[in-house]
C-alpha cells in the first residue's frame, strides 16, 4: 500500500520525501522479488580428497551401491556421511542429507508422541474428596541376598492418604503399572480420576495414555526436576524408606512382598497421621466421608485390623508379646512342630525300653 502511495506522487515530490513522510525505507520501495528461492543455489559438484570435482549424481550412485547395499544397512544421513568421508569425499551432513532427500533415500521418521502433555498448575490439592485425586510414584527397594532393586510402585489417595495400591517387580514396565491401575479401578469402582505423576518412561508410554483415556484417567505430569510437586507419594516413600527400608534385609522379592503386604495393611488402618488429624487413613475417610466409606481388609498373617477384633476371636487367643508370623515363617514353625513330636515320641519309646 505505500508503495503504491509513492508511486502515486512522486512526480510532485521527490521519492526520499516520500518515503520519510510514510515512514518507508527506501530499499523497500526498491526491492523487487526474484520470485524464486532464496539463498544461494546449491552445488552441483563435490570435492575430493585429491581434488577431483564430481558431479552429485556420482555421490548419489556411491551411496546406493556401496554404502546402502551392504547387508544390514540402514544408516541416517549422518552415519551416510562419515562412510562417504571414509571414500574420500569432501561433504558435510547438510549436503548428505539433501541428496538423499532428493532421490528418496531418507529413512522413515519414527513416529512420536504428538499428544501434549497436562502439567501441574497447583502444587497443592485442595478439597480433595476420595478417590478423586491419586498420586503414583516408583522407589528403588535393595534386595540384599539377590544384590539388586526392586521396584516399589505406590499409588495414595490425596484426600485421605490411603495407598490404594502397590506392586514389587524386579522390572516395572508401563504394562504392571496398568495392571495397578487395573486392579484400584476394580477394588474402588472409581471413575474421574485426575492422577498425578512425574515424567518417567512408565507414565509417559503410550499404552499407559491410551488406557487413561479408555478408563476417564486424566494425566496430570509434574514439572522436570520438581519433585515437590508430588509431594504426598515423596512423603509416603519417606515414611517407607524409615520404617521399613532400613529395618529389613529382605532375603527375596517373596520376602519384600510379604514386609509390604503387611506394612500396607497397616498403614491404611492402623498408623496415625499428622495430616488427618492424628488417626488412621481408614477412620478418616469413614468419618470424614461417612457417605463413600471404605470396607478395612481383612486381616492377614494373623495381624488384626482396626474393626475386626472380634471379643469372641480374641477369648481363644493368648496374649504374647511375639511378632505376628510371615507365611514362610509360619510354614517353618509347622514343619518345626512335627519335627519335635517326632523327637518327643522316639525320647518316649527309648525311656521305655530302658524301664523294661
Known sequence: MKREIVSDFKQYVTTKQLCGWIELQRSSYYYKSSNGKRGAKPSEYTLTVDGQLVPNTQV????????????????????????????????????TYRLMRENGLLLEKV??????????????????????HLCMDIKYVYIHTAKRNAYLLAIIDVATRYVVGWSVLYTMKHTDVILCLHGVLEDFKAKHIMLRTDNGSQFIAN???????????????????????????????????????????????YHCRDVFERYFNWHNNKKRRHALGRISPAEYWNTAFHFHPVKPPKAQNGEFV?????????????LSLVLPLTNSEGELSLLNQDENENVLNRFKNSVQRIGG
Request: include cysteine; aromatic fraction near 12%.
Open 207 to 253: 499404552g499407559l495414555r491410551d488406557f487413561c483415556k479408555a478408563n476417564d484417567i486424566t494425566q496430570e505430569f509434574t514439572h522436570i526436576a520438581t519433585p515437590e510437586e508430588n509431594s504426598y507419594v515423596e512423603s509416603l516413600f519417606s515414611q517407607v524408606e524409615r520404617e521399613v527400608i532400613r529395618c529389613y534385609e529382605f532375603e527375596s522379592l
Open 111 to 132: 513416529p512420536r508422541n504428538k499428544t501434549p502433555r497436562r502439567w501441574v498448575k497447583w502444587r497443592k490439592i485442595r478439597d480433595a474428596k476420595p478417590l478423586e
Open 306 to 318: 482396626k474393626g475386626d477384633d472380634d471379643s469372641n476371636k480374641i477369648k481363644n487367643k493368648s
Open 60 to 95: 548419489v550412485d556411491t551411496l546406493i551401491n556401496d554404502v546402502f547395499r551392504q547387508e544390514f544397512n540402514f544408516y541416517g544421513y549422518q552415519l551416510s556421511t562419515e562412510e562417504l568421508r571414509a571414500m574420500g569425499y569432501i561433504i558435510n551432513p547438510k549436503k
